[in-house]
């Protein structure tokens, strides 16, 4: 599993491209760097390409739990996850649902294009 990270300083984004599995280790160990460093205020994750394991319904609480603690770093913004299957549809659905019940102070919100999400980030699809 890689997870690759660029940024968009026009955007002020956070773009996290995952190809292959995707572990909960793997994945809060990514979001420790970021969140230890000097986050964006957006952030993408491209699920497009993800093969084989993927993490858990439970794992994207624990997830989302892991952001909470640290939202004081990140305190306004938008989190686009983008994804290609019914499968990490309904997961990123749930995520979302999880970042609502924290009461994290931006949103997640899935996509199923690249498109879409970069238009919710840039406010352009509200």
């Known amino acids: 599993m890689t997870i690759s990270l660029s940024v968009d300083a026009l955007r002020d984004l956070t773009v996290f491209t995952v190809e292959g599995e995707l572990s909960f280790e793997e994945q809060v160990e990514v979001l420790r760097i970021f969140y230890g460093g000097d986050p964006t205020t957006n952030?993408?994750?491209?699920?497009?390409n993800i093969t084989g394991n993927r993490i858990q319904s439970e794992e994207a609480s624990g997830?989302?739990?892991?952001?909470?603690?640290?939202?004081?770093?990140?305190p306004s913004g938008k989190t686009a996850?983008?994804?290609?299957?019914?499968?990490?549809?309904?997961?990123?659905?749930?995520?979302?649902?999880?970042?609502?019940?924290?009461?994290?102070?931006?949103?997640?919100?899935?996509?199923?294009s690249m498109e879409s999400a970069y238009r919710w980030i840039d406010g352009r699809d509200e």
């Open 43 to 48: 952030v993408l994750w491209d699920f497009r």
């Open 63 to 74: 997830i989302v739990s892991f952001i909470k603690r640290n939202e004081a770093k990140r």
């Open 81 to 112: 996850l983008v994804v290609s299957t019914d499968l990490d549809f309904g997961l990123s659905r749930v995520s979302q649902a999880y970042g609502e019940s924290e009461g994290l102070p931006w949103e997640i919100r899935a996509f199923r």
